[in-house]
């Protein structure tokens, strides 16, 4: 699929040639519940942390998240595209259950979007970790990878108020390093 340059458009069953320099589509390869090891953070001018992380392990496949600290929950994905290892522009979007003001001196956020640049052809992570009281608000939080008015990849989560599952992966380990996202 990376080496054809057509764009599947799931919602209307049609294909688009892709152009370089856009992503043909996204496929989400594992999603749930991780661990991972904060090695730095960055926070945005709307008061939004982006943590640097290494050591990502998937440990449970789930949509519902437990609201505490320490845990992350979201997706890890393939871009492709019509030449693999050319990068491609893309957003990527927290869409929040309620509106959120991170930052006393900016407008109130339903949405929050960041840039990324990323190969065609390789794996990466998108995700939420609950770093700050003002995140901890139960719901459905949407994750998603865009590309320029197309949404390419999308999952919700249910966001509670309940203990986490116990955490080890059952079979074999689902780690991978992250240089940074």
């Known amino acids: 699929m990376r080496i054809a340059a057509l764009v599947l458009t799931a919602a209307l069953g049609i294909a688009v040639p892709a152009t370089a320099g856009e992503a043909s589509g996204v496929e989400i390869v594992e999603y749930g519940l991780y661990t991972a090891d904060v090695t730095g953070q960055l926070r945005d001018s709307n008061g939004i942390i982006s943590n640097v992380i290494e050591n990502l392990c998937h440990i449970a496949t789930t949509t519902t998240v437990p609201m505490r600290g320490v845990l992350h929950f979201g997706f890890r994905y393939r871009v492709d595209g019509p030449v693999p290892g050319d ?6 979007a927290v869409r929040f259950p309620a509106t959120v003001q991170p930052n006393p001196s900016v407008q109130p956020l339903t949405v929050h979007e960041r840039n990324a640049t990323l190969a065609v052809g390789t794996l990466s992570y998108t995700g939420y970790s609950f ?15 865009r590309q320029g008015g197309r949404t390419l990849a999308e999952k919700s989560f249910t966001v509670v108020d309940e203990p986490a599952p116990s955490g080890t992966p059952s079979g074999p380990s689902s780690c991978f390093k992250v240089s940074s996202l």
């Open 87 to 92: 990068t491609v522009p893309l957003t990527l």
């Open 131 to 145: 770093d700050q009281a003002w995140e901890l608000v139960p719901g459905t939080w949407t994750l998603a990878v």
